[in-house]
T-cell receptor
Framework: SQTIHQWPATLVQPVGSPLSLECTVEGTSNPNLYWYRQAAGRGLQLLFYSVGIGQISSEVPQNLSASRPQDRQFILSSKKLLLSDSGFYLC???????????FGPGTRLTVL | AQKVTQAQTEISVVEKEDVTLDCVYETRDTTYYLFWYKQPPSGELVFLIRRNSFDEQNEISGRYSWNFQKSTSSFNFTITASQVVDSAVYFCALSEAGGQNFVFGPGTRLSVLP
């Protein structure tokens, strides 16, 4: 069966510090991978998606970037965090764009 | 462009009441897919159902049921005899067959009180 992992679960970082969040998927090959952000009490904002290794599409211009160095690994990064980067970050995978997405447990990021 | 509207921001019911969560969508495609997700307080989104645009049959799964009506572009979700464990934020979502987009609605926060 398929499993999706995200770490860390929680993170507190100072403004201006770098960020690296990792997501890995097990039990499937060549999935679509997604990064979402959810501000407190708000809906889901799609940040990036990837259809294959090295292929990244950005939905929202910002100081975040994403990389997919391996088929089942998706990394979200920032060189310098802003206060507005605080939120709940969710990774998800799917087979194709029209099938259901399965979500990881999320990372709660607080930027101080 | 795709759009999903969940007009109910928050709903509170007392345990054992039935509750319906509304979802209205917009799309120009004839082939599309609709989804419902549950986000409990733990934060992880849980997939509930996927429906394609050619299947308008209503679906029932235990206390959950879904009413898909293309004529009104709605995909409503009903919980029968609600329980405290149903308290969560519920998201409706839409994906077009030819697109590369999976659009979520803003969510409805359901509180089931004991």
């Amino acid at each position: 069966s398929q499993t999706i992992h995200q770490w860390p679960a929680t993170l507190v970082q100072p403004v201006g510090s770098p960020l690296s969040l990792e997501c890995t998927v097990e039990g499937t090959s060549n999935p679509n991978l997604y990064w979402y952000r959810q501000a407190a009490g708000r809906g889901l904002q799609l940040l990036f998606y990837s259809v294959g290794i090295g292929q990244i599409s950005s939905e929202v211009p910002q100081n975040l970037s994403a990389s997919r160095p391996q088929d089942r690994q998706f990394i979200l990064s920032s060189k310098k965090l802003l206060l507005s980067d605080s939120g709940f970050y969710l990774c998800a995978w799917s087979i194709g764009f029209y099938n259901e997405q399965f979500f990881g447990p999320g990372t709660r990021l607080t930027v101080l | 462009a795709q759009k999903v509207t969940q007009a109910q921001t928050e709903i509170s019911v007392v345990e054992k009441e039935d509750v319906t969560l509304d979802c209205v969508y917009e799309t120009r495609d004839t082939t599309y897919y609709l989804f419902w997700y549950k986000q409990p307080p733990s934060g992880e989104l849980v997939f509930l159902i996927r429906r394609n645009s050619f299947d308008e049959q209503n679906e029932i799964s235990g206390r959950y049921s879904w009413n898909f009506q293309k004529s009104t572009s709605s995909f409503n979700f009903t919980i029968t005899a609600s329980q405290v464990v149903d308290s969560a934020v519920y998201f409706c979502a839409l994906s077009e067959a030819g697109g590369q987009n999976f659009v979520f609605g803003p969510g409805t926060r359901l509180s089931v009180l004991p």
